[in-house]
C-alpha cells in the first residue's frame, strides 16, 4: 500500500539545524509532487514545502524561505527538509504528502499523509 514515513524530527535550539526525511513506498514517487506540511497543537495544518515530480520546481511558504529548503531524490523514493536557522515558532509536528495527480504543481491537493515527525525548537 502507498506508505510515508518521516523522520529527523526532535529537539533543537533557536538557530540550530535539522533535516527531515520522508520515505515514500507503494507508488511510482517519480510522478508525483510532494510537500511538507506542519501543524502545531490547537492551529491549523499548515503548508511548508512543495516540490515537482522532477524538483524542477519548488515552492516555499513565506515564514520559511530563505531558511528551509525542499529537494528530493528520486531513485531513493526519499523527500527530504533542509531547516536551518530555526525558531521557537517552527515548533511543530512536520508531515510529509502526496500529491493527488502525477506531473502537477498543485500543492495543496494531497491525497496520502504521513504520521508525522516532531520538531521541538527551544533552549
Known amino acids: 500500500q ?7 524530527g526532535g529537539l533543537v535550539q533557536p538557530k540550530g539545524s535539522l533535516r527531515l526525511s520522508c520515505v515514500a513506498s507503494g507508488f511510482t514517487f517519480s510522478q508525483y509532487p510532494m510537500t511538507w506540511y506542519r501543524q502545531d497543537p490547537g492551529k491549523e495544518r499548515e503548508f511548508v514545502a512543495g ?3 522532477k524538483a524542477l520546481s519548488t515552492n516555499y511558504a513565506d515564514s520559511v524561505k530563505g531558511r528551509f529548503t525542499i529537494s528530493r531524490d528520486n531513485r ?3 523527500l527530504y527538509l533542509q531547516m536551518n536557522s ?3 515558532e517552527d515548533t ?3 508531515y510529509c504528502a502526496k500529491g493527488g495527480a502525477p506531473w502537477s504543481l498543485d500543492y495543496y491537493s494531497m491525497d496520502v499523509w504521513g504520521k508525522g515527525t516532531l ?3 527551544s533552549s
Open 2 to 8: 502507498v506508505q510515508l514515513v518521516e523522520s529527523g
Open 86 to 88: 530555526l525558531k521557537p
Open 92 to 94: 511543530a509536528v512536520y
Open 119 to 121: 520538531v521541538t525548537v
Open 51 to 53: 516540490i515537482s515530480s
Open 76 to 78: 531513493k523514493n526519499t
